[in-house]
C-alpha cells in the first residue's frame, strides 16, 4: 500500500482470499489435509492484506476525529456478515451429510467409514466456490470503481518513512505495545471458543447434531453484533478512552 494504494491492497487480498478458497476444491476431491492448509494460509494472508488495507481506508475518508467512529461502524457489518456465514455454513455444510455418533463410526467397515469422511469433505465444496464466486465479483466491481484521492496515496514523497522506520517510531510507544497485546489476547479467545463450541455442545449435550448446535453458534454471533453496535452508538455519544474501560467487565463476568 506505501507503494501503491489502498485500492491495491483491497483488491489484492480480495484475490488472494478467492484464490485460496478456490483450492478447498481440489483438496476435497483428493482429500488432501496439507492442501487444504494451504488453502486456509492463502486465505488468511488474504484477509490480512484486505484488513490492512480497508481499516486503515475508512478512518481516513473523512475528518480525523471521526475515524474511530468509521472504523467501529464498519466492523459492525464484519460481526453481521459473521451471522450471515455461519447460517450459510448450516444449511449447505452441516445440514448435508447426516451426523454419526462414535459408536456408528465405529462399528463401520473401514470402506464406509472412508466413504462417509470423503462425503463430509466434498460437503465444503459447493460453499466455497459460491464463495469464491461473490469475492471475484466484489473484487471486479472495486477495480471498476474510482477511489477518492487521499494524501496517503500521494507517492511522490522521497522521504516517506520505510516500514522498518515506521515499525520503530511504534514499538517507542507504550499505549501502541500495550494495544497490540490486548489484540493478540483478544483474537485468541475469540478463535478458541468460536471454533470449539460446536464441538462441545455435540460433546456434552445428548443427541446433539452438528447443524442444530450451529444455532448456539448463531447466537453468539448475534450478541456480538449487539456489542458491535452497542459500542459504535456509545463512541459516538461518549469519548472512546470513556467507554474502553467498562467493556471488559462482561466478558470477565462469563468466564
Not at 13 to 29: D, H, I, K, Q
Not at 111 to 131: E, F, R, W
Not at 154 to 165: G, I, M, N, R
Not at 175 to 201: D, E, K, M, N, P
Amino acid at each position: 500500500m506505501k507503494k501503491l494504494s489502498y485500492k491495491a491492497g483491497i483488491i489484492t487480498g480480495l484475490f488472494l482470499y478467492a484464490f485460496g478458497a478456490a483450492l478447498f476444491w481440489p483438496a476435497a476431491e483428493i482429500m488432501n489435509y496439507t492442501l487444504f492448509l494451504i488453502g486456509l494460509f492463502i486465505i488468511a494472508a488474504g484477509l490480512g492484506c484486505l484488513e490492512t488495507a480497508a481499516n486503515p481506508f475508512v478512518t481516513v475518508l473523512g475528518p480525523e476525529s471521526g475515524g474511530h467512529f468509521r472504523l467501529n461502524l464498519a466492523q459492525t457489518f464484519n460481526s453481521f456478515g459473521a451471522i450471515i456465514a455461519v447460517v450459510f455454513g448450516q444449511s449447505l455444510i452441516l445440514s448435508n451429510v447426516p451426523h454419526q455418533s462414535q459408536e456408528v463410526l465405529d462399528k463401520m467397515a473401514p470402506d464406509q467409514l472412508s466413504a462417509y469422511k470423503h462425503s463430509l469433505v466434498l460437503s465444503v465444496q459447493t460453499p466455497y466456490m459460491i464463495i469464491v464466486a461473490i469475492v471475484v465479483v466484489v473484487a471486479l466491481l472495486i477495480m471498476l470503481t474510482k477511489f477518492p484521492a487521499l494524501q496517503s496515496d500521494d507517492h511522490s514523497d522521497a522521504k516517506q518513512s520505510t516500514f522498518l522506520s515506521s515499525l520503530s517510531r511504534l514499538i517507542r510507544i507504550r499505549h501502541w505495545r500495550w494495544a497490540v497485546l490486548a489484540q493478540f489476547c483478544y483474537v485468541g479467545a475469540q478463535t478458541a471458543c468460536w471454533s470449539y463450541l460446536i464441538r462441545y455442545a455435540i460433546e456434552e449435550i445428548p443427541g446433539m447434531t452438528p447443524g442444530f448446535a450451529a444455532n448456539y453458534l448463531t447466537g453468539t454471533m448475534v450478541c456480538f453484533f449487539i456489542g458491535r453496535f452497542t459500542g459504535t452508538w456509545l463512541i459516538s455519544r461518549f469519548a472512546p478512552h470513556k467507554v474502553l474501560p467498562p467493556t471488559p467487565c462482561s466478558p470477565c463476568s462469563c468466564a
